[in-house]
């Protein structure tokens, strides 16, 4: 309760209890607002911006509100109860985007918390938005802490976002009338703020190696957990906001080296991280944290690097060297950055790093999927990431015949060549040439029985000299098929191919499972052209198809629509194409999140994916990482 109001005096009963600071802090913008001029039995001032100027502004935060949307989306869902709203307003106090449930909207609060509104305390008076742009620090506004007696039976809570550098980026704002739930959501404003600081953080170093550390380990996959990012010599970058408070002591202020802050050398801390997950590291001051490298949370772009034999065809028993294989796109200019190729989808990553450690140990990796998911790109990711410096050979079983595959497997010393170690001719083949390396067989559903047979003895043969000293075996062993392959009737599969084969499943995502849609469309984008973009109604478009036709179909869709675009921004030529192309391939929102692209853009990932599931919503709420309940609101609806 403030001491002492300087228009009228307030009932004690009506005001909850603050802390002496954050008492101090409500005084201090009375203080501001009555030198503002304002009077608290006056009006607020409803300064709202034209909508020109408005969706010049929000052009200008585009690349925070994308961080924000997902967060705030979440947000809305997480607070108990109605008649509340969420809000994020830019650093001069400008809405730009709100969510409000139905009670909210219909009340004063719905009609004055709009985007375009201005919410500064020069104009507004004390509120809790106002006040944590002022004050830079999560803030609290109750009932009576209104300067205005209009917004009295109000509760806002506001929690500032800052980037590594402690520029003020916006704030996250929930606001309702039921004052029983004020601790635990200004908590969730915190942990929605402190998100978005995080995967802003991720994409601003997403060129540098990010170390994630925490005094507790089972807190690493959690948002308190501390960042770091580093150069290619082991100079820190940037360090977010849990890093400065974890290591706070020693001078993050300034460019340091990771020997100035870890006790560790550098290259040591980073040769056990190529080995374990997680170590134990202690910083200068004594303190033990526990570390991971975060490449599972930096929004980072992959690309294949390393020499590749690509093999199609009878070309005889000798190997040529191809060029890097095509990614799903190419950037247009020769001298740009090589194509990217996105691996962001959560349950992807998880699902490759299990592959890439079942590779290292030499189990035989069968990589499935629809047509056009990427399965070879992956396959190589796969093999990059198990062995980093090794070559990778790809024979395209659509592309050898039953009469020559012995000579290109074996080369013209045939199978002695291959299996007796102790010949001391000349050695040739795809496979002796693979030894030390990865060989990838693509469409190995297109193999014929006998074929399959000798690939099983050359399996078993090269897994039972693994640990020979003397001889270099084939390190790793991926075949790509169709995502039924494994269960077509026994008959298709040589019984002991079957068996040789049988290790690690990763499956390719069909385009429209993947949760990192976004970044694939933006990056197939820039692979056409580095002048155009995608406006956000655009990539929601896109977002709402089936994509039955997976990488090659949306490939396809992006190339027509920077040749028909106009403008850098493409906008409706993403509908006109889509129509022609893809006629009855739209998935819709439900009715309750039609008209907020922030709800439509949820809705439709969980309606895609409850499709994908067949009606399994424990498998989507799985997937998705949300509540069994979530997915019920949306399917019901429908």
Not at 564 to 569: E, P
């Amino acid at each position: 309760m403030i001491d002492k109001d300087w228009e009228y005096d307030r009932s004690a009963e009506v005001r909850p209890h603050h802390a002496t600071e954050a008492k101090a802090r409500i005084a201090e913008s009375w203080a501001r607002c009555r030198d503002f001029g304002l009077q608290a039995s006056g009006t607020p001032r409803e300064l709202v911006l034209s909508e020109g100027r408005f969706k010049g502004i929000l052009e200008q935060d585009e690349h925070v509100r994308r961080f924000v949307l997902p967060e705030l989306e979440l947000l809305y869902n997480q607070i108990a109860g109605t008649n509340f709203m969420v809000a994020y307003a830019n650093p001069d106090g400008i809405v730009l985007d709100s969510i409000q449930d139905q009670d909210f909207k219909a009340g004063d609060g719905g009609k004055a918390v709009i985007p375009g509104s201005v919410w500064l305390e020069s104009k507004r008076g004390t509120n809790a938005l106002g006040l944590a742009i002022h004050s830079r620090q999560p803030s609290i506004v109750t009932g009576a802490d209104h300067f205005f007696h209009r917004l009295n039976d109000l509760s806002c809570f506001a929690v500032p976002i800052f980037d590594h550098a402690d520029d003020l980026l916006g704030v996250i704002d929930a606001t309702s009338n039921a004052r029983s739930r004020n601790e635990h959501t200004l908590a969730l404003v915190k942990l929605a703020a402190r998100n978005v600081e995080n995967r802003i953080f991720s994409q601003q170093f997403d060129r540098s190696l990010i170390l994630k550390f925490h005094a507790r380990q089972e807190y690493l996959p959690t948002t308190s957990v501390a960042m770091i990012a580093i150069d290619d010599y082991g100079f820190i970058e940037g360090a977010n906001s849990n890093a400065k408070l974890v290591l706070s002591g020693l001078d993050l202020g300034r460019r340091q080296h990771f020997d100035a802050i870890f006790d560790t050398q550098f290259f040591e801390a980073m040769d056990k991280l190529k080995i374990h997950d997680t170590i134990q590291i202690r910083d200068r001051l004594g303190s033990v944290v526990f570390m991971q490298s975060t490449a599972s949370l930096k929004a980072r772009i992959l690309s294949f690097q390393g020499p590749t034999v690509e093999v199609k065809g009878p070309s005889g028993p000798g190997l040529q060297p191809a060029p890097s294989p095509p990614p799903f796109f190419r950037h247009r200019a020769e001298s740009d950055p090589a194509p990217a190729l996105v691996f962001e989808d959560e349950a992807l990553r998880k699902n490759l790093s299990a592959a890439v450690n079942a590779l290292r140990l030499g189990v035989p990796i069968t990589v499935l999927g629809e047509d056009s998911t990427g399965k070879t790109e992956l396959s190589r990711e796969l093999a990059r990431l198990a062995f980093e410096h090794s070559s990778v050979f790809l024979v395209d079983c659509s592309h050898v015949s039953a009469e020559t595959f012995d000579d290109q497997m074996f080369g013209k010393n045939g199978r002695v060549g291959f299996f007796d170690l102790d010949q001391p001719f000349a050695k040739s083949g795809k496979l002796f040439h693979a030894r030390g390396g990865v060989v990838m067989f693509k469409n190995a559903h297109r193999l014929e029985h006998a074929a399959q047979e000798t690939l099983a003895a050359a399996l078993s043969f090269e897994d039972t000299h693994r640990d020979n000293r003397d001889h270099k075996p084939i390190l790793g062993w991926i075949f790509t098929g169709p995502q039924d392959w494994l269960q077509t009737p026994d008959t298709a599969l040589a019984p002991a191919f079957k068996n040789a084969i049988y290790g690690k499943t990763l499956i390719a995502p069909a385009l429209r499972q993947r949760t990192d849609f976004d970044k694939i469309a933006e990056a197939m984008l820039a692979g056409f052209s580095s002048q155009h973009k995608l406006s956000r109604p655009a990539l929601r478009k896109l977002k709402s198809r089936r994509w039955e036709g997976n990488f090659q179909q949306l490939k396809k869709v992006i190339r027509l629509a920077v040749a028909n675009s106009t403008d850098a921004i493409i906008r409706d030529e993403i509908e006109r194409i889509i129509e022609n192309l893809l006629p009855g391939q739209e998935v819709t929102p439900c009715p309750r999140c039609e008209g907020s692209p922030v709800r439509t853009e949820t809705c439709l990932m969980i309606q895609r994916a409850w499709s994908e599931a067949g009606g399994n919503v424990s498998m989507v709420a799985r997937r998705l990482g949300i509540s069994r309940n979530t997915v019920y609101k949306h399917i019901a609806a429908k």
